[in-house]
T-cell receptor
Framework: QQPVQSPQAVILREGEDAVINCSSSKALYSVHWYRQKHGEAPVFLMILLKGGEQKGHEKISASFNEKKQQSSLYLTASQLSYSGTYFCGTEDYGQNFVFGPGTRLSVLP | EPEVTQTPSHQVTQMGQEVILRCVPISNHLYFYWYRQILGQKVEFLVSFYNNEISEKSEIFDDQFSVERPDGSNFTLKIRSTKLEDSAMYFC?????????????FGSGTRLTVV
């Protein structure tokens, strides 16, 4: 079952912060985050495997709340290069992996 | 950095024709996947492949689709009789192991246009 992402779209000015949420109705083994720029393939950002885990990648970090079956992606001091569509991907204990519908992020100068 | 390569980058075909999309996964990866993305929509899982057989497939992956690893390097997706609604971007991906800490590495995709 597809995870839910919110918001669907967000517009930021350079330097502003954003949070993208991903939640599932199923118990999750892991959560992946990907960024896709227009016309390109999704690019892997990070995977979170354990409840309570947090990971960082430059100024992009994420957390995984296993009990709530949700993950959040944090983008701080956004840069123009952060623009794109962010997909979470959730994997359940049956090794079923499914992408969320995506959150379109636009960073303006 | 190792990458997944896909050919062709763009394929235009007439409805009812067969197409074969090609992928060369990363050489030490063992799990291979096909995903598709209709323009502006989400990335949808089609099929996963391990040890020369399909390990998982979605409802989208019906009898008109097939996958093959004809040699040690290529991984192909065949659509037997294309329909207009097959028009999409098709991504191949690979992972070293099934539950990978490194995530999926995607190829740059093949844009299939059925006319």
């Amino acid at each position: 079952q597809q995870p839910v992402q919110s918001p669907q779209a967000v517009i930021l000015r350079e330097g502003e912060d954003a949070v993208i949420n991903c939640s599932s109705s199923k118990a999750l083994y892991s959560v992946h985050w990907y960024r896709q720029k227009h016309g390109e393939a999704p690019v892997f950002l990070m995977i979170l495997l354990k409840g309570g885990e947090q990971k960082g990648h430059e100024k992009i970090s994420a957390s995984f709340n296993e009990k709530k079956q949700q993950s959040s992606l944090y983008l701080t001091a956004s840069q123009l290069s952060y623009s794109g569509t962010y997909f979470c991907g959730t994997e359940d204990y049956g090794q079923n992996f499914v992408f969320g519908p995506g959150t379109r992020l636009s960073v303006l100068p | 950095e190792p990458e997944v390569t896909q050919t062709p980058s763009h394929q235009v075909t007439q409805m009812g024709q067969e197409v074969i999309l090609r992928c060369v996964p990363i050489s030490n990866h063992l799990y291979f996947y096909w995903y598709r993305q209709i323009l502006g929509q989400k990335v949808e899982f089609l099929v996963s492949f391990y040890n020369n057989e399909i390990s998982e497939k979605s409802e989208i992956f019906d009898d008109q689709f097939s996958v093959e690893r004809p040699d040690g390097s290529n991984f192909t997706l065949k659509i037997r009789s294309t329909k207009l609604e097959d028009s999409a971007m098709y991504f191949c991906a690979s992972t070293e192991v099934g539950n990978s800490d490194d995530g999926y590495t995607f190829g740059s995709g093949t844009r299939l246009t059925v006319v």
